[in-house]
């Protein structure tokens, strides 16, 4: 699966509210780390910190890819993400875009997500 793939599954994934599959596209030794949180260290961390943000939201939000560094068996993505975010506890709907910086590790010849950074670019007042 190349990096474009891996993120298109991932937005899908997202979008699904799929712990599972997203948890697919990750490295052996991931690392989630959400704004305003801990990092999320391990893949038992970053499941229960996907279960917990599907607990609270529902996403429809489509990534722009802005860069794409290849070396090896290493390489960094930039993206940007916008769409719409339903609160699940007041049924509100809010837009939603963030900055993103993933980190991908080849393992195996497939490449997985191994680090995962996003900060929003809407802020809430």
């Known amino acids: 699966m190349n990096i474009q793939t891996v993120l298109q599954s991932y937005e899908t ?11 697919q596209l990750y490295s052996r030794e ?3 780390m959400p704004q305003n949180a801990p990092a999320l260290i391990g893949a038992g961390a970053v499941r229960a ?8 939201i529902r996403l429809n939000v489509r990534f ?4 794409i ?4 068996d290493w390489a960094w993505v930039r993206t940007s993400s916008a769409g719409r ?10 837009a939603e875009g963030n900055n993103e910086l993933f980190v991908f590790k080849r ?19």
């Open 30 to 32: 991931p690392i989630f």
């Open 85 to 94: 975010t339903r609160i699940l506890a007041n049924d509100a709907e809010i």
């Open 49 to 56: 910190g996907y279960e917990q943000v599907f607990a609270s």
């Open 13 to 23: 994934a997202l979008n699904g509210n799929d712990t599972d599959a997203i948890l």
């Open 107 to 125: 393992e195996n010849g497939a490449w997985r997500i191994h680090r995962y950074l996003f900060a929003t670019n809407q802020p809430r007042n």
């Open 69 to 72: 560094e290849e070396h090896g």
């Open 64 to 67: 722009t890819v802005h860069e």
